[in-house]
């Protein structure tokens, strides 16, 4: 599997090459779609400049990246295309063991059931093969590289590409049972956008007994507080904080994107207005607890569940953070007799990535439009990814289910059965 | 094909317009921009060039130089916030001889009153669009052609509004109102309904498309008057070029439209006084807007000068099109979705399905590509080998490749792998109406009554094609309903709504123009039409053909 990965990783670094010398990054790196203000190349520039002249980075409300990062780019600013394309392979490597090794565990799992009789007789067909499974890991990394957001966003150079190795860093480690750096990736992606915290639940999954959850809990908050303290003697001063999470968590900026914070945020009076932002941001950490109870056999599952929800409800969601959860996909390739939606879905979604563009453009340009229709389509495209999300969860809970009872179920009077998900 | 199709005339005549280096008709720059100051104003001129791609055989211009003059009458008590644009072609010949002197007069007169709030600019543009064009990126700092101009010396403030002049002779029967832009897009349709409104308070007859108003709205031919008057506005809004100098202002948000004085054989004439008094009145209503217009429809189709169907109306129509399209796409994905039982090879099925497409669909995009750009990068090579001018060259060698690409299923079907070839049809017409469905639902939003059109002509093909169906007539059916087909077709018919109807030789060079044209609008004025067709929708109708003569 080498040589078709190899070439794999030469072609998307290609293709990236090609972009970034073509006219098309300029115009990339400005859309609203793409870049955020979180993860705008233009505002590092602008952070490096202030630092370079002595001020603090975060002076002037532009710059809202951590510390790490402009500390990160004032050593390799001449070299930030070569950076962003070798974060997009990083992801995509460690993606590519992580499901190796994951469906490995599965396949292991699956022969001690079978061993174990554990499975009806009908549902033979439900069983998963390694000829099957052999290609998924190449799958995965090919539905990163090659997918038109992930090349969008490397081309902008949004800091999401980072963002995105270090969470595929921390899946890699957490599949291979690594604590430690299980633990030191997930707070370096903590510390640069607060939602991965979220993840930590599904890390705590793989552990069993409580000494190694305290330990993990542990390690997971010391390597977070060197970061923080890291941050803080690197610049001197603590305005990061407000800069960074405030900004995060309190949306003061409601520049136009593909989440659902800005529009609804711009018609809000102001006094109803941290009800609304405490309801939105709980939304993203609210899904944590039933998931991982329903899902506490299945962390990887979990772990994709987690991101979509982190990308779909996040405040400042960009392209770059649903390439990162759309490259699972085929790993769940074997439920797909079970989905119901996913044509809707498809359609829905390639309709509204042709639409964003041009309904900014009726808006912003020819005047015609406004910002309603921007925001309808917004809506349309976060609907869309819900209803793929939910899909996917119910057809993994019914081959659960399959696997347990059958594959034909009967009612206790012999008749056919379905099932609803209630 | 004209004055310039042969090689040695052309040759002649470059030479000498670089050895003199001014052009040989030109605009009276120095008498203009004496007469305006003497009338109060402040003026100043830009400077422009532009080598056209291929020389312009409407126009018979190649290398376009000029200059145009413009004078601000700066607003006597208010701040110079912003501005409104009065402007007039100034070409050789007598197409637009008398606009430019309505123009000078109306600025005698505003510069005498005391109620503008507003800057009011006196523009005379040379070379009608390119002249244009110059101006507006200069006044707004943009470069988006790649012309070269001078820099604007004098400026007025964010541009409200702007009217532009046609006017041939000093006593007019009607004043035509052309109000289709750059891509189709229209002013405000307050900006319509004010000029109609004041044309009948002061007893002026006004027209649309060249039309007059009836008044009977329920016989059969005055309905079919209102349908032909809206279908040429139709018409005139897809070809994506703009119909006016004001078509250009739309693009920066500025509400413009364009004026005609029309002298045909009535007995009613009214003078150029009149002229100037409606002016006048339409210059003081938009001096007296507090924010730009905006309340009204910016999508609409006018079937005559007080009626209009707007877009609520319209795009239901267009709505029921596209769920032909997605009906088809359902219908295919449930065949392919409960295929017949197959024996478990452990091969997985979806890969060969997804790779069959690609072949057709990067085929399909690279002939896209090569329509779009050979044309104009080997109209020298075509020159030296075929005795052709450069403008037939470009025209016949985008035609020739068109016809290339018909050719391309019986090579295409060798490259393929696809198993099981009753699938691989499916996927790839799936793939081909979903792809038609959104290219079209966007098209419609920019520019409607494109989308329209290309939906009419392209949705019933795509719906019903598959290999099955009988190979001669479907290809018969399929080439008469492509895009090239439907613009030879829509040519004839816009002349006979004009009432113009020409000859099949006439109507066929009138469409090699149009082609020509169409390449031009885009390099010269960033007009979409040209490479959406060439980009888009024809590899689009490409795929339609490949599945025709799938084997």
């Not at chain 2, 005339?9 to 003199?20: E, H, Q, V, Y």
């Not at chain 2, 001014?22 to 402040?42: C, F, H, N, Y």
């Not at chain 2, 490259?415 to 290219?439: D, I």
Request: proline share 5%.
């Amino acid at each position: 599997m080498a040589a078709p990965m190899t070439l794999l990783l030469i072609v998307a670094v290609t293709i990236r090459a090609v972009l970034y010398r073509s006219g098309v990054a300029d115009l990339v790196s400005e859309r609203v779609e793409v870049v955020s203000p979180l993860t705008a190349w233009k505002r590092v520039v602008e952070g490096l400049a202030l630092l370079d002249l002595g001020v603090s980075p975060y002076s002037g409300d532009v710059f809202h990246e951590t510390p790490l990062i402009i500390y990160l780019f004032h050593f390799l600013v001449d070299y930030a295309e070569i950076t962003f394309m070798l974060a997009d392979v990083i992801t995509a490597v460690a993606l590519y063991m992580a499901v190796k090794d994951y469906n490995k565990q599965v396949f292991r799992k699956q022969k001690y059931a079978l061993e174990a009789d554990r499975y009806p007789l009908d549902c033979l067909e439900l069983i998963r093969s390694p000829g099957e499974m052999y290609y998924i890991p190449l799958k995965v990394a090919m539905c990163y590289l090659l997918n038109p957001f992930t090349v969008l966003s490397c081309v902008a150079k949004s800091t999401c590409g980072l963002n995105n190795a270090v969470i595929a860093l921390f899946i890699l480690s957490t599949v291979k049972g690594n604590m430690l750096l299980s633990a030191i990736f997930l707070s370096l992606a903590t510390y640069q956008s607060i939602y991965p915290l979220t993840l930590s639940a599904a890390a705590l999954l793989y552990l069993i007994f409580w000494w190694f959850v305290a330990q993990y809990a542990f390690m997971y908050l010391g390597s977070l507080l060197v970061l923080v303290g890291l941050s803080f003697f690197l610049l001197g001063f603590w305005d990061y904080l407000p800069s960074v999470y405030g900004f995060i968590l309190s949306v003061p900026d409601l520049t136009p994107n593909i989440g659902l914070f800005w529009d609804f945020f711009a018609e809000m009076f102001e006094h109803f207005r941290l009800f609304f932002l405490c309801v939105f941001q709980i939304n993203v950490f609210f899904y944590t607890l039933p998931l991982s109870i329903k899902l506490k056999e299945h962390p990887v599952f979990l772990i994709f569940m987690q991101l979509a929800v982190i990308s779909i409800f996040k405040s400042y969601p960009t392209v770059g953070d649903i390439s990162l959860y759309l490259a699972f996909l085929p790993v769940w390739s074997h439920l797909h007799r079970f989905l119901r939606n996913i044509f809707l879905v498809s359609c829905v979604l390639l309709a509204c990535s042709a639409l964003f563009p041009v309904l900014w453009h009726l808006w912003i340009y020819a005047g015609s439009a406004n910002s309603n229709f921007y925001y309808a389509i917004t809506l349309l495209f976060n609907v869309a990814q819900i209803l793929l999300v939910s899909d996917y969860f119910y057809a993994f809970l019914r081959r659960e289910h399959h696997l347990s009872y059958g594959l034909y179920l009967k009612r206790k009077d012999g008749s056919e059965a379905t099932l609803v998900l209630k | 094909m004209g004055l310039l199709s042969d090689p040695n005339r052309r040759r002649a005549l470059i030479g000498l317009l670089t050895r003199l280096n001014a052009p040989i008709w030109g605009m009276p720059v120095d008498w203009l921009v004496k007469t305006m100051q003497s009338r109060g104003l402040e003026v100043f001129t830009q400077r422009f060039s532009r080598r056209l791609p291929f020389p312009d055989e409407d126009k018979e211009r190649y290398m376009v130089k000029g200059t145009n003059v413009y004078g601000i009458l700066r607003a006597p008590r208010a701040p110079r916030t912003e501005a409104l644009v009065l402007s007039a072609p100034c070409t050789a010949g007598d197409h637009n001889n008398q606009a430019v002197g309505l123009l000078l007069g109306l600025a005698q007169y505003f510069r005498n009153q005391v109620y503008w709030a507003k800057d009011i600019i006196f523009l005379v543009n040379e070379h009608d669009l390119i002249g244009m064009q110059a101006w507006l990126e200069g006044y707004h700092h943009t470069n988006t052609t790649g012309m070269d101009w001078s820099p604007l010396q004098g400026r007025g403030g964010s541009i409200q509004a702007a009217l532009s002049l046609e006017l041939s002779s000093d006593v007019v029967t009607s004043l035509d109102l052309v109000l289709e832009g750059l891509n189709g897009q229209l002013p405000n349709l307050d900006l319509a309904n004010l000029f109609y409104a004041f044309c009948q308070k002061i007893g002026v007859l006004c027209t649309t498309q060249g039309k007059l108003q009836r008044n009977d709205w329920d016989s059969v031919s005055g309905y079919s008057h209102a349908v032909q008057t809206m279908m040429l506005m139709a018409m005139k809004q897809a070809s994506g070029r703009p119909w006016g100098d004001h078509g250009l202002f739309l693009r920066y948000h500025i509400e413009a439209a364009t004026i005609k004085g029309i002298n045909s054989f009535r007995q009613y004439k009214t003078d150029a006084t009149t002229v100037g008094r409606l002016l006048e009145g339409m210059y003081r209503k938009l001096n007296n807007l507090l924010e730009r217009l905006h309340q009204s429809y910016f999508f609409y189709l006018m079937s005559s000068l007080s009626h209009f169907v707007s877009i609520g109306y319209y795009m239901p129509a267009f709505g029921l099109l596209g769920v032909i399209l997605l009906l088809r796409a359902l219908d295919l994905w449930v065949q392919l979705a409960s295929p017949p039982p197959r024996t478990e090879d452990g091969v997985v099925d979806a890969d060969p399905g997804v790779l069959s497409v690609l072949t057709p669909l990067v085929i399909s995009h690279l002939t896209g590509a090569a329509l779009y750009t050979l044309p104009i990068h080997f109209q020298e090579m075509a020159v030296e080998h075929f005795p052709v001018s450069e403008t037939e060259a470009v025209v016949l060698t985008a035609i020739a490749v068109y016809t290339a690409g018909l050719a391309l299923p019986h090579n295409t079907n060798r490259l393929l792998t696809g198993q099981g070839t009753e699938q691989g049809w499916k996927v790839l017409k799936l793939v081909a109406v979903l792809y038609l469905a959104v290219l079209l639902g966007c098209t419609a939003l920019i520019n409607f009554s494109l989308g329209f059109i290309l939906a009419l002509t392209l949705v019933p093909v795509a719906a019903f094609v598959t290999p099955n169906v009988p190979k001669v007539l479907s290809a018969f059916v399929l080439v008469v309903l492509s895009p090239a087909c439907t613009l030879l077709f829509s040519v004839f018919f816009f002349q006979e709504l004009q009432e113009m109807p020409v000859s099949f030789l006439d109507g066929w060079m009138l469409y090699l123009s149009v082609i020509s044209q169409g390449i031009l609008d885009h390099a010269l004025y960033g007009s979409l039409v040209y490479p959406l067709v060439a980009l888009l929708v024809y590899p689009c109708w490409l795929l339609f053909w490949n599945i025709l003569f799938w084997k």
